[in-house]
């Protein structure tokens, strides 16, 4: 117990923690929570208790805690080659590899993937390359690039200006210049609670056609966007929705990037998120789900036709001026094949569709009548449920009464992890993909116990 105490002493003296209230965490007014170890849908913290995750730490531990096939290649490939650069057209045998194994699971018409070792980075290559593409094309003026609001691209300067949540921007100076916002798909909270989900779609059309009037189509880069909306509250997009914003696009020649960190590899129940809704990105953000997170690495994958501008760039230029110390490290990329392997070999993609949809099926049947239940919605292994003071009003609680983090609290007492969302009373659930129908359940009755303790019966 003594190296225990030692231990929070010293976490709140010397470590500086993302996404935190630093204040509380520095007074010792908040809890904190050290784990020490983790196993399938499982974590254990310093004190022995074991904890059902369901939010795979952060939509990332995808083929679930404590496989040694991971592990192992990672010491295995520790031993042999710790680390070499891939700077100059230098390669190791695993990050070719992974690369392969990559683009034979990307949509046909991308072309090359360029590794790095988190989103927010690869978000940053997405932007750099796109205006480097556009000034090999003549077209120096056309570099703004269009998010959504709700939208999480990372949290750096140019990805955390992408980023459409506004706790990313306060006090940060945040967003930058040449990056401008359009409405976010989320039919939940529409203002007009009369309109279908076609109009809906049709609505979001409009705002972003009018957005690049505003701007001047021949200044717009590209549009970025998550498949399905995550950290903005875990949102699938209203039926038809990515076809036409795709058509927009295609229209104005405005590149695609699909970031698919919390969607890529199978949390949708499919390979991408940009397979899943008929997508074509130029671009895709790999991250996550690329090595369940047991190293780091990420991925911006570009389609063939910027490819080949990237190739005449260089032809004319010379080397591509950009790179990071630790793309392709091996040590990320061994952790990468071996977990794509896994993935294939225990049909973790399959298990993701259909316990995912056990989980939420039980949700709402649990729930789905509940007065203070707005919304539960979800696609493969992400759910999310929407919590109102009014529902057929769909009037929301105030900011302070702070119910989504109670009832997240109320969760986690009973054993569960699941996520409070920003910028709403939303309750997140993002499993690993091994999720078992029993742990489901184990899901649902502590979160109906939980919404019941905080918000009372039906």
Not at 8 to 33: I, V
Not at 384 to 405: H, M, S, W
């Amino acid at each position: 117990m003594l190296t225990n105490d030692v231990l929070d002493k010293w976490d709140r003296e010397s470590f500086f923690h993302p996404s935190t209230h630093l204040a509380q965490h520095a007074r010792g007014d908040s809890a904190s929570r050290i784990i020490a170890g983790a196993r399938g849908s499982h974590i254990i913290d310093r004190d022995g208790n074991r904890i059902l995750d369901g939010f795979a730490g952060l939509y990332c531990v995808n083929a679930g805690y404590g496989r040694r096939e991971i592990t192992d290649a990672i010491a295995a490939q520790a031993a042999q080659l710790s680390y070499y650069h891939a700077y100059a057209g230098h390669s190791t045998e695993t990050s070719i590899t992974l690369a392969k194994m990559v683009m034979d699971r990307a949509p046909k018409h991308m072309s090359k993937v360029y590794f790095g070792l988190g989103g927010s980075d690869a978000n940053e290559t997405n932007i750099k390359l796109i205006w480097y593409y556009n000034n090999i094309l003549g077209r120096p003026e056309k570099k703004k690039i269009i998010s959504r609001w709700r939208g999480y691209h990372g949290s750096g300067l140019m990805t955390g200006s992408l980023t459409g949540l506004e706790l990313f921007h306060r006090k940060f100076d945040l967003p930058l210049s040449g990056v401008v916002h359009t409405q976010a798909p989320d039919f939940f909270r529409r203002d007009d609670l009369t309109q279908t989900e076609a109009e809906f779609v049709a609505q979001c059309v409009q705002k972003l056609e009018d957005l690049i009037a505003a701007e001047g189509a021949d200044t717009i880069a590209a549009f970025i966007g998550e498949p399905v909306l995550g950290t903005g509250g875990i949102v699938p997009p209203p039926d038809g929705y990515w076809q036409a914003i795709q058509a927009v696009l295609d229209k104005h020649d405005i590149l695609l990037i699909a970031d698919e960190v919390v969607t890529g590899f199978g949390r949708l129940g499919s390979m991408f998120g940009s397979d899943h809704y008929g997508m074509k990105p130029d671009f895709m953000t790999i991250a996550k789900g690329l090595t369940s997170a047991y190293a780091p690495l990420s991925g911006s994958v570009v389609s063939a036709k910027v490819w080949k501008v990237l190739e005449d760039g260089t032809d004319e230029n010379g080397p591509l001026g950009h790179g990071w110390t630790y793309s392709a490290h091996p040590i990320g990329a061994a952790a990468g094949v071996a977990n794509l392997r896994l993935i294939d070999d225990l049909n973790l993609i399959e298990n993701a569709r259909t316990v995912g949809a056990y989980l939420k099926d039980g949700l709402v049947k649990e729930l789905g009548s509940h007065p203070n239940v707005g919304d539960i919605r979800g696609d493969g292994m992400l759910c999310a449920l929407e919590f109102v003071k009014d529902r057929p009003t769909r009037e929301f609680f105030a900011t302070d009464q702070k119910v989504g983090p109670q009832i997240t609290a109320s969760l986690l007492a009973k054993g569960v992890i699941g996520r409070a969302m920003p910028q709403g009373d939303i309750l997140g659930f993002a499993p690993p993909f091994c999720l078992t129908t029993i742990e489901a359940d184990e899901i649902i009755t502590k979160t109906t116990r939980a919404v019941v303790e905080v918000l009372g019966k039906e």
